[in-house]
């Protein structure tokens, strides 16, 4: 599986960005896709997840302001991100794993390449 990411760049705070993540390959072998994020001196963090059936699950810090969805045809997912803040700022992530129905699975199977976000005050 590859993941294709695009978006990204430097906004000022209240501004808006669009990330998107191109699955392309085996991806019956998938079927949750998500973002984390590593901002300076901080650890990756979980940012968001989309499951095949739907499902979502978001962090708190950026429950609200960020959605992500799925393109109806398309093999890509988005992460559309509002009112962003400084603390936004991070070097974001596509993932995607496998994860049994009922487990509690987090590993990640396949990781996209990392995009900047930057936001200013």
């Known amino acids: 599986v590859q993941l294709q990411v695009s978006g990204g760049g430097l906004v000022q705070a209240g501004e808006s960005l669009r990330l998107s993540c191109a699955a392309s390959?085996?991806?019956?072998?998938?079927?949750?896709i998500g973002w984390y994020r590593q901002g300076p001196g901080k650890q990756r963090e979980l940012v968001a997840t989309?499951?095949?059936?739907?499902?979502?699950n978001y962090a708190d810090s950026v429950k609200g302001r960020f959605t992500i969805s799925r393109h109806s045809t398309e093999n890509t997912v988005y992460l559309q991100m509002n009112g962003l803040k400084p603390e936004d700022t991070a070097v974001y992530y596509c993932?995607?794993?496998?994860?049994?129905?009922?487990?509690?699975?987090?590993?990640?199977?396949?990781w996209g390449q990392g995009t900047q976000v930057t936001v200013s005050s």
């Open positions: 989309l499951s095949a059936n739907n499902d979502t």
């Open positions: 993932a995607a794993a496998y994860i049994p129905y009922g487990s509690t699975r987090t590993d990640v199977d396949y």
């Open positions: 390959g085996s991806i019956f072998k998938i079927n949750v």
